[in-house]
């Protein structure tokens, strides 16, 4: 009887850890997918082309897709932000003084990188938007 209640408790702790490799599996397909849509979405920020109001509703939507990631599972959201946060401070570092953007452009891309992160990338287009005192040089 205790040899049967052994082999059991071996099956069924088999069957556990396949069942967890699995999802474990599924979760990095899942995180490597956010981390190439956050650098295919920061690629088409970096390269659109559009008026005012529309620029204005793409980043609502955007927001909202983000706000709404953050929701489902937030580990993808984190994976989702960090990724897209390096892929605009990449490009940002490697932009030539001709690089247009709006200035919409430039605000969302104070709020994507954070302060310490990103003064020598601020510093760079320091005239391409209004400073805020915690960006004035001393």
């Not at 956010?34 to 529309?54: C, F, P, S, V, W």
């Not at 605009?88 to 990188?113: D, F, G, P, V």
Request: hydrophobic share 35%; proline share 1%.
């Amino acid at each position: 009887m205790k040899r049967s209640y052994f082999l059991l408790m071996l099956v069924l702790i088999g069957f556990i850890k396949e069942s967890r490799g699995q999802s474990a599996g599924g979760d990095s397909q899942l995180l490597r997918f956010y981390k190439n849509l956050a650098i295919r979405d920061a690629t088409h920020e970096q390269t659109m082309n559009l008026g005012h109001q529309d620029e204005l509703d793409y980043w609502v939507d955007q927001e909202n897709y983000e706000r709404q990631l953050g929701k489902l599972n937030f580990s993808f959201y984190l994976v989702y932000m960090k990724s897209k946060k390096e892929a605009h401070r990449n490009y940002l570092q490697h932009c030539k003084s001709n690089c247009e953007h709006t200035a919409i452009y430039w605000s969302k891309m104070r709020n994507y990188l954070s302060v310490p992160d990103s003064v020598d990338v601020f510093q760079k287009y320091a005239g391409k938007w209004a400073q805020s005192s915690n960006f004035k040089n001393k």
